[in-house]
């Protein structure tokens, strides 16, 4: 359900991606923050998250260094600067990862799929989405949410402080 909506970081896309100058004040850089809902008729969801962190500098490698996923796997990696792929390590506690070999240029990558159950009084409230990092800290290079409901699904979207460009279908 995801595809569309997904992104794939290709060794072209890598290299396109600016270095720490660009950025003097950030520790990282959010390369890929994309999430996919889709509420089933049931009222049963199914939702796709898809990260990619730059490393700028040696202050976001222990931020960066730990990855919880809530569900199945897609993609867990870490790319080195010089293109070489890391498989992360699990951690100890339930669906969480040490990514290796961080260092100024290296991307952790994941991406991961989550079933939900249907609430028993079928109001469903999404978590909060954020465009940006709240804090101000962050760059974000493309960032995505997309809701996906079925047609004639009743449904009430509340925006707050967004004034980005929106696809509604």
Do not use: C
């Not at 070999?101 to 991406?111: K, Q, R, V």
């Amino acid at each position: 359900f995801w595809i569309p909506y997904d992104e794939t970081l290709t060794a072209e896309d890598l290299r396109k991606i600016p270095s720490g100058d660009a950025y003097p004040e950030a520790d990282s850089l959010a390369v890929l923050d994309i999430a996919v809902l889709m509420i089933h008729r049931d009222g049963t969801t199914s939702e796709y998250i898809h990260q990619a962190m730059k490393v700028l500098s040696e202050a976001s490698e222990e931020n960066l260094a730990r990855v919880r996923t809530t569900g199945e796997v897609v993609e867990l990696r870490t790319l080195q600067p010089d293109g070489t792929e890391l498989e992360p390590v699990p951690a100890l506690g339930q669906d969480s990862f040490v990514m290796p070999g961080l260092e100024p240029g290296a991307i952790t990558e994941y991406a991961y799929r989550h079933d939900s159950d249907a609430f028993d009084d079928w109001l469903f409230r999404a978590g909060p989405f954020y465009f940006q990092d709240f804090n101000f800290r962050q760059p974000f290079l493309l960032t995505r949410y997309v809701l996906l409901v079925p047609p004639g699904f009743d449904v009430d979207v509340i925006e707050r402080g967004f004034a980005g460009a929106k696809d509604v279908e």
